[in-house]
């Protein structure tokens, strides 16, 4: 089993940053992508950003240019840097982890953090 703790959240004033982290811990394995999904009152959770094993990433373009995702493979951690917040970008916001398990992808999700901005 993976255990993720994610952290960060909070309520900020629109312009604001708030920068989110998820620690993986228990029988990690391999980690392949790492990476963020939020999910607003009466919407459907949407994919923000992920980060592949290599390094590379990909962003909702709603965020490009605002949010960095980042990820310490030593730590287990992914990180998402939140800029230039907007009233729009609250949300609960879920870690999301695919582990390989041999020949097995499996996603593992944390329990989500509230970001609320303000206007």
């Known amino acids: 089993q993976v255990q993720l703790v994610e952290s960060g959240g909070g309520l900020v004033q629109a312009g604001g940053s708030l920068r989110l982290s998820c620690a993986a811990s228990?029988?990690?394995?391999?980690?392949?992508?790492m990476g963020w999904y939020r999910q607003a009152p009466g919407k459907q959770r949407e994919l923000v950003a992920f980060?592949?094993?290599?390094?590379?990433?990909n962003y909702a373009d709603s965020v490009k240019g605002r949010f960095t995702i980042s990820r310490d493979n030593a730590k287990n951690t992914v990180y998402l840097q939140a800029n230039s917040l907007k009233p729009e970008d609250t949300a609960v916001y879920y870690c999301?982890?695919?582990?390989?398990?041999?020949?097995?992808?499996?996603?593992?999700w944390g329990q989500g953090t509230q970001v609320t901005v303000s206007s």
């Open positions: 228990g029988s990690i394995g391999s980690i392949n992508e």
């Open positions: 999301n982890v695919v582990v390989l398990m041999g020949a097995v992808s499996v996603d593992y």
């Open positions: 980060i592949t094993s290599g390094g590379g990433t």
